[in-house]
């Protein structure tokens, strides 16, 4: 299980004040570049000793693409050399205190392999982040993101999660391999209106970031759906009129800045 660790005494990799930025500004659907005005407002009205913002996340991928060393690099600043195959799924909880608030990533790490697939399938559902993971020493491993991301959202009951495509072990590779494959992922990442990171977690390379990244659009996420909620509950507003911004939906911006019109919304 994670460092958990009260809320006065929290680490300072684990306070978020500004809204965490994309890998490479131009490979995200998630276009949004601070803390909307409405949840900051929110925020000041509420409850200091609320509960905590739930988000789940999942990671899922090929077999030794670095699921669990990502996961565990992040909770627990280790990195383990020896391979030991994920039976089903593991289970993290980190919280991370935004804006004063505190909230708690679930991170499930589910197994690679295929015989633990009905497994694992079982706990993609409710997921608020699908991060799928993949080698970049491996090509085969990036085709096979898109069967990753099908499986997971045919058994997801949130109707847009946010998206990450994530080429791990970069340390592995030469520059110019790197080059290559970063490229190969963002065009992946494209497709699938997901946002892209390369990351080591032999090294540590952009894996809080990712993280950050992850409770950042999470957070923003969870509050705005719960102003919502308690509009709804008060009368002032109808379930139909709900944001479509709620949940994972986002624009590509193009090189040149503008937004790129093949997006999900
Ligand atoms: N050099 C290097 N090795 C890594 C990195 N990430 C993972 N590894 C190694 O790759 C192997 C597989 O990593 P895991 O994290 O167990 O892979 P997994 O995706 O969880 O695998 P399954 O549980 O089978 O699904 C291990 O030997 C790790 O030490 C990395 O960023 N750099």
Same mark, same amino acid.
């Given at each position: 299980m994670g460092r958990r660790t009260m809320s006065t005494q929290f680490p300072t990799d684990r306070v978020i004040q500004d809204f965490p930025k994309a890998y490479k500004s131009n490979c995200t659907p998630y276009i949004q570049e601070d803390f909307s005005v409405e949840v900051r407002n929110a925020l000041n009205l509420t409850n200091p000793n609320r509960d905590a913002y739930i988000c789940k996340v999942i990671f899922v991928g090929d077999i030794s693409v670095g699921k669990t060393t990502i996961v565990k690099r992040f909770c *627990? =600043?280790? %990195? #383990?050399?020896a391979y030991k195959a994920t039976i089903g799924v593991d289970f993290e909880i980190e919280?991370?205190?935004?804006l004063d608030q505190p909230h708690n990533l679930q991170i499930w790490d589910t197994a690679g392999q295929e015989r633990f697939k009905c497994i694992s399938q079982a706990y993609y559902r409710n997921s608020q982040v699908i991060a799928i993971v993949f080698d970049m020493t491996k090509p085969k491993t990036l085709e096979d993101a898109t069967?990753? *991301?099908e499986s997971a959202l045919a058994v997801n009951s949130i109707e847009k999660p946010f998206l990450f495509l994530v080429g791990c072990k970069c =340390? *592995?590779?030469?520059?110019?391999? %790197? #080059?290559?494959?970063e490229r190969s992922g963002m065009e992946m990442a494209k497709g699938m209106q997901a946002e892209y990171w390369s990351v080591s977690a032999k090294t540590g390379f952009n894996i809080h970031e990712l993280f950050n990244r992850i409770a950042g659009l999470s957070f923003e996420s969870s509050v705005k759906k719960s102003i919502i909620e308690s509009a709804i509950s008060l009368g002032g507003i109808r379930p139909s009129q709900i944001s479509r911004q709620?949940?994972?939906v986002g624009k590509f911006r193009r090189a040149d800045g503008k937004l790129d019109s093949s997006c999900r919304c």
């Open positions: *627990l =600043d280790n %990195f #383990e050399q919280t991370i205190r935004i069967c990753w *991301l =340390d *592995l590779v030469s520059q110019k391999e %790197f #080059e290559i494959m709620i949940y994972g």
